[in-house]
């Protein structure tokens, strides 16, 4: 199989395996035990909280180990919502993920108002519709990092100090950044962001929710006291283990990754732009994550594309959900192109083990179909 589809989850990464096996077996204790057998697996946690603060320069305390980026995500809207009285809006994009935008539904549903920022025909919303948008009403803005369809980097820090300068909180969803490019929450500036292990070679279910000392935040769930009682439930020890290796292995590996990837990125980029004239291509160089590329094919099936890809044992995806056998337009193009219509949308999330040759069989292969 050619596997191009890292976006929507990445391979384990060398060592997080055999950092989790203990945990599974002879470290089965309950972090929250009081022997001998239940510290150590207690520590094992403390240090995957310090392995995966360092990858985005929190402090330790700052970190709270969750399910995934979807419930970090559910939790850094609700939370904040909750927890705000009297500002009843939120700042957001067209262009989140779902684990967003349908926790902002939900949340208007309770009688938040909520804005949408919409993005620009290159996949950046504008810091001028954020000023805009942005009052003294907003408790909450949420603006992805870097998004998961185009891989466009958005203006977090620069959305950060107007919702600061306006009393606002500011939430990053960094699900599909962390682990790929440097990350610094002070550098940023924001008081949540949202993490997912799978995503940068970590095992799934498993993520993180920093946030800053002092931000005032409900807990999502009812429970007992793990995670000094911000998230209750017995912890994923196995899972936890294995993201904070994956986060250390993230920080050492991540500019010689991301240099390998950038350049067979940049080869498939020149090979689509020779060999498919009608192709448009979606995702930028600039101000993006190095390994998406994102095109669309006018006149063609998303679904019929991807399954001719399959059949030749490419996995690659459309970047947006598949309901009922049939691929609806994403939300992201959608907001980009509003009236385009018939439109095949293609997402190839390259990462550090493809070649050359995968790429190049890639395309000489969408060539034939696109041709045909
Ligand atoms: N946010 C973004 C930007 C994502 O790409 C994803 C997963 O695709 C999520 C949130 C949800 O993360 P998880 O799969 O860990 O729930």
Same mark, same amino acid.
């Given at each position: 199989?050619?596997? *191009?589809?890292?976006?929507? +989850?990445?391979?384990?990464?060398?060592?997080?395996?055999?950092?989790? *096996?203990?945990?599974?077996?002879?470290? #089965?204790?309950?972090?929250?035990?009081?022997?001998?057998?239940?510290?150590?697996?207690?520590?094992?946690?403390?240090?995957? !909280?310090?392995?995966?603060?360092?990858?985005?320069?929190?402090?330790?305390?700052?970190?709270? #180990?969750?399910?995934?980026?979807?419930?970090?995500?559910?939790?850094?809207?609700?939370?904040?919502?909750?927890?705000?009285?009297?500002?009843?809006?939120?700042?957001?994009?067209?262009?989140?993920?779902?684990?967003?935008?349908?926790?902002?539904?939900?949340?208007?549903?309770?009688?938040?108002?909520?804005?949408?920022?919409?993005?620009?025909?290159?996949?950046?919303?504008?810091?001028?519709?954020?000023?805009?948008?942005?009052?003294?009403?907003?408790?909450?803005?949420?603006?992805?990092?870097?998004?998961?369809?185009?891989? +466009? @980097?958005?203006?977090?820090?620069?959305?950060?100090?107007?919702?600061?300068?306006?009393?606002?909180?500011?939430?990053?969803?960094?699900?599909?950044?962390?682990?790929?490019?440097?990350?610094?929450?002070? +550098?940023?500036?924001?008081?949540?962001?949202?993490?997912?292990?799978?995503? #940068?070679?970590?095992?799934?279910?498993?993520?993180?929710?920093?946030?800053?000392?002092? +931000?005032?935040?409900?807990?999502?769930?009812? /429970? /007992?006291?793990?995670?000094?009682?911000?998230?209750?439930?017995?912890?994923?020890?196995?899972?936890?283990? /294995?993201?904070?290796?994956?986060?250390? !292995?993230?920080?050492?590996?991540?500019?010689?990754?991301?240099?390998?990837? !950038?350049?067979?990125?940049?080869?498939?980029?020149?090979?689509?732009?020779?060999?498919?004239?009608?192709?448009?291509?979606?995702?930028?160089?600039?101000?993006?994550?190095?390994?998406?590329?994102?095109?669309?094919?006018?006149?063609?099936?998303?679904?019929?594309? @991807?399954?001719?890809?399959?059949?030749?044992?490419?996995?690659?995806?459309? /970047?947006?959900?598949?309901?009922?056998?049939?691929?609806?337009?994403?939300?992201?193009?959608?907001?980009?192109?509003?009236?385009?219509?018939?439109?095949?949308? *293609?997402? #190839?999330?390259?990462?550090?083990?493809?070649?050359?040759?995968?790429?190049?069989?890639?395309?000489? @292969?969408?060539? !034939?179909?696109?041709?045909?």
């Amino acid at each position: 199989m050619i596997y *191009l589809d890292h976006a929507a +989850t990445a391979p384990l990464r060398r060592g997080v395996l055999e950092s989790m *096996l203990p945990y599974l077996k002879e470290q #089965f204790a309950n972090a929250s035990g009081v022997y001998a057998p239940a510290r150590s697996v207690h520590h094992a946690v403390e240090q995957a !909280r310090r392995q995966v603060s360092s990858l985005i320069g929190a402090s330790v305390r700052e970190v709270i #180990f969750t399910s995934g980026g979807t419930e970090s995500d559910n939790w850094a809207l609700y939370g904040t919502a909750m927890s705000s009285s009297d500002r009843k809006r939120i700042v957001t994009s067209a262009m989140e993920h779902h684990a967003v935008l349908n926790t902002c539904h939900a949340l208007a549903n309770q009688g938040y108002e909520i804005i949408c920022l919409q993005p620009d025909k290159r996949g950046y919303i504008r810091i001028s519709d954020a000023e805009e948008a942005i009052n003294e009403n907003t408790c909450l803005v949420s603006l992805m990092l870097a998004n998961n369809e185009l891989g +466009t @980097l958005q203006p977090v820090r620069q959305v950060a100090q107007i919702a600061h300068a306006r009393g606002a909180l500011m939430h990053t969803d960094a699900v599909q950044a962390v682990g790929h490019i440097p990350v610094d929450v002070n +550098t940023m500036d924001v008081d949540l962001l949202s993490m997912s292990a799978h995503k #940068f070679g970590g095992p799934k279910g498993v993520g993180a929710l920093y946030i800053r000392s002092g +931000t005032r935040i409900n807990p999502l769930m009812n /429970g /007992g006291a793990q995670e000094r009682g911000m998230r209750p439930g017995t912890e994923n020890t196995p899972a936890i283990v /294995g993201m904070g290796y994956a986060a250390m !292995r993230a920080s050492e590996e991540m500019d010689s990754e991301a240099e390998q990837v !950038r350049l067979l990125r940049d080869h498939m980029l020149r090979l689509i732009k020779t060999s498919l004239p009608n192709v448009r291509i979606n995702s930028c160089c600039e101000d993006a994550l190095p390994g998406h590329v994102h095109v669309s094919v006018p006149g063609m099936d998303t679904s019929m594309l @991807l399954t001719r890809l399959d059949i030749e044992g490419i996995a690659a995806s459309a /970047g947006s959900a598949c309901a009922s056998g049939s691929i609806e337009r994403s939300h992201v193009l959608s907001a980009m192109y509003p009236d385009e219509t018939h439109c095949a949308d *293609l997402r #190839f999330s390259i990462g550090p083990e493809n070649t050359l040759d995968e790429l190049e069989k890639t395309v000489s @292969l969408l060539q !034939r179909i696109v041709n045909a």
